[in-house]
């Protein structure tokens, strides 16, 4: 099939994974001509634990994206496990998290920008970009705008001189195991090396994540660390080919420099452990969206740092317990004398309860891991 490669845009998209589509989506809710161009072929795959938090799918609901409920699963709330100590909260005011498999997620978003009007430009890698547009492998297209949403290892970044900063990464894989779920929590379970984190997708998949700092760990290795949940995979057929990506939290000073501006992992990454990299993604591209509307770029780069600061916060204090059981072990027997703690962790970290609210929790529990 011959592909039409327009001459100019508003807007080029240099990524079509989650990021991209949402910006492309997003900025033609603004009205904006859009252009996305990506090295890969739809349905496009990915390393992920592809849950939705609540705070991620009210981003969802505003660019429009509607996932027919056949294609996915809601979770109630999260649950941690360390040996067999277990800890766990709902999701206030009776909402949902939601789960759905990659492929899936990005054929309905491409389904989205292509209704919207977004001209999309598959197995297109970009090869270069300067002040006036574009450059693909075969020809150049003039842009205002150009969007790095290519990914954690973005060239567009490096291109346009944003690339300064010292990532901590962690390795992660992911697969997909035929098993009804067994919990409507998205788990989080605590190994003395690894996390493995347990999604139910669909009434008869779920999606097993693992991270650690071991880049010789890979998904079966991690599960003898964490025999709870091996067991509950224990005769499953593995319906998906083990995919790994780095994770970790990663900061850049700009987020913009001239007409390139970065949105999604390109732009500065939360860890896994978060399970908010594409709600994050969403929020920045409809923040984005609306920078660009006003032609103040200024006011995304401080909307990017304000979004980001809870999930990085969280991550952080998550990640404490990594490679610390006995600091895991005592968490989670805080956890269980004081559910309200945790209660009031989860609801932070969706979004829901201010900083401020989380002093006194906070001091309660710094107290009892020092006592207990
Ligand atoms: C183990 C793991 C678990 C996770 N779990 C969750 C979770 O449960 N929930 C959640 O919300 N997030 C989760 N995340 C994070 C989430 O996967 C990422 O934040 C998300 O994929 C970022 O999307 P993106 O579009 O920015 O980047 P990507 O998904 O990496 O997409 C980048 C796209 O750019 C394209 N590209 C790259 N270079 C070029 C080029 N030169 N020209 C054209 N195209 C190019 C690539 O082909 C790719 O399609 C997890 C991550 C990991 C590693």
Redesign the pocket.
């Known amino acids: 099939m011959t592909r039409t490669v327009p001459d100019q845009t508003d807007l080029f998209v ?7 589509l949402a910006t492309a989506i997003a900025a033609r809710q603004c009205g904006f001509g859009v252009v996305v ?4 072929r739809p349905p ?1 795959d ?7 938090l609540p705070d ?1 799918m009210a981003a969802l609901q505003r660019l429009g994206i509607q996932i027919p409920a056949s294609e996915t699963w809601a979770f109630r709330g999260i649950r941690f496990w360390s040996s067999d100590r277990s800890a766990d909260a709902v999701f206030p005011e009776s909402s949902c998290g939601l789960a759905i498999r990659r492929i899936a997620l990005h054929r309905v978003m491409v389904e989205r920008a292509k209704q919207l009007g977004a001209h999309l430009l598959w197995g ?3 090869t270069g970009i300067s002040a006036e547009g574009v450059r693909l492998n075969d020809c150049f297209v003039r842009a205002r705008w150009i969007v790095g ?4 290892n973005s ?1 567009v970044r490096r291109w346009a001189g944003l690339d300064r900063s010292r990532p901590r990464l962690r390795y ?1 894989f ?1 697969r997909h195991f035929r098993v009804a779920p067994w919990t409507d929590h998205m788990e989080v379970y605590w190994g003395e090396h690894c996390q493995g984190y347990a ?1 139910g997708v669909s009434h008869d998949q779920v999606c097993i ?1 693992l ?1 650690s700092h071991d880049p010789k760990l890979r998904l079966e290795g991690g599960l003898h660390c964490l025999p709870r949940l091996a067991a509950r995979l224990h005769g499953a057929e593995i319906v998906s080919t083990e995919r790994g ?1 780095l ?1 970790g939290n990663r900061q850049f000073r700009r987020v913009w420099r001239n007409n390139v501006v970065l949105v ?3 732009s500065g ?1 939360v860890d ?1 452990i978060t ?5 994050l ?1 969403f929020s920045q591209a409809i923040s984005l969206a609306d920078s660009l509307r006003s032609g103040d770029l200024n006011a995304y780069q401080h909307e990017h740092r304000r979004l980001a600061l809870r999930p990085q916060w969280m991550a952080r204090l998550m990640l404490t317990m990594d490679r610390r059981p006995k600091l895991q072990q005592r968490t989670l027997r805080v956890f269980q004398r004081h559910p309200e703690i945790f209660q009031r962790l989860v609801e932070f970290h969706v979004g829901i309860l201010p900083p401020s609210h989380l002093v006194c929790h906070g001091l309660t529990l710094g107290w009892e891991l020092l006592t207990i």
């Open positions: 240099v990524g079509g994974g989650p990021a991209g161009a990506d090295g890969a496009i990915k390393a992920c634990g592809e849950g939705f991620g297109t890698p970009v949403a290519d990914g954690a060239r992660a992911r999604t994540a991270a990506a994770t999604g992992d390109a990454t896994a399970g908010e990299g594409m709600g993604a």
